[in-house]
């Protein structure tokens, strides 16, 4: 079976400051891992993706994610924080193999302080 | 380039009342998904149809039954409405079931049962 913790489920950060989000997940098979964003009222949209190759991957709007494989973790981070990146950010995982579907963490809130 | 079109938007039902909500997808995918998302829980897999003609069960599918009506339209039915039902349902896309394959979410149908 899957997992994801999302360690926090609030998060705020100032203004032009580094954002971090947290994420581990456990897995009996390599897994795909996802970050989704979600910002009120609307559904989720992709941020970014891990599957293979390259562990740092870049995604929308100045994110990146590191897959760690040796502390299954896939953190978000962002180097400077604007107001728009205020939302609820999801992060999911998946397996390379087996009949497990997408497993989504229970979300952490990222509020921007002006 | 609408992507996922969910309908309604909001509804309110009494307890013991029947609806469907409808969602259709333009993006030619194979595979439509039904999700719910409660506060704190993330969201979880109602119902996933991997192809025209089939549906399978997710995690948590009492209280609900879907149609895959053609490749565009997955609907959901409940057919006797209970409160533990209100929630936020999100339906969602994706080219195939393999696990590299993101997922395209509508805006979601936000359900009160009183």
């Known amino acids: 079976a899957q997992s994801v913790t999302q360690l926090g489920s609030h998060v705020s950060v100032s203004e032009g400051a580094l954002v971090l989000l947290r994420c581990n997940y456990s897995s009996s098979v390599p897994p795909y891992l996802f970050w989704y964003v979600q910002y009120p009222n609307q559904g989720l949209q992709l941020l970014l993706k891990?599957?293979?190759?390259?562990?740092l991957v870049k995604g929308i709007n100045g994110f990146e994610a590191e897959f760690k494989k040796s502390e299954t973790s896939f953190h978000l981070t962002k180097p400077s924080a604007h107001m728009s990146d205020a939302a609820e950010y999801f992060c999911?995982?998946?397996?390379?193999?087996?009949?497990?579907?997408?497993?989504f963490g229970t979300g952490t809130r990222l509020t921007i302080i002006p | 380039n609408a992507g996922v079109t969910q309908t309604p938007k909001f509804q309110v039902l009494k307890t013991g009342q029947s609806m469907t909500l409808q969602c259709a997808q333009d993006m030619n995918h194979n595979s439509m998904y039904w999700y719910r998302q409660d506060p704190g829980m993330g969201l979880r897999l109602i119902y996933y149809?991997?192809?025209?003609?089939?549906?399978d069960k997710g995690e948590v599918p009492n209280g609900y039954n879907v149609s895959r009506l053609n490749k565009r339209e997955f609907s959901l039915r409940l057919e006797s409405a209970a409160p533990s039902q209100t929630s936020v349902y999100f339906c969602?896309?994706?080219?195939?079931?393999?696990?590299?394959?993101?997922?395209?979410f509508g805006d979601g149908t936000r359900l009160s049962i009183l």
């Open positions: 969602a896309s994706s080219e195939g079931l393999q696990g590299y394959q993101p997922q395209h």
């Open positions: 999911a995982v998946s397996a390379q193999f087996g009949n497990e579907k997408l497993t």
């Open positions: 891990y599957t293979t190759g390259a562990t």
């Open positions: 149809s991997a192809s025209e003609g089939t549906t």
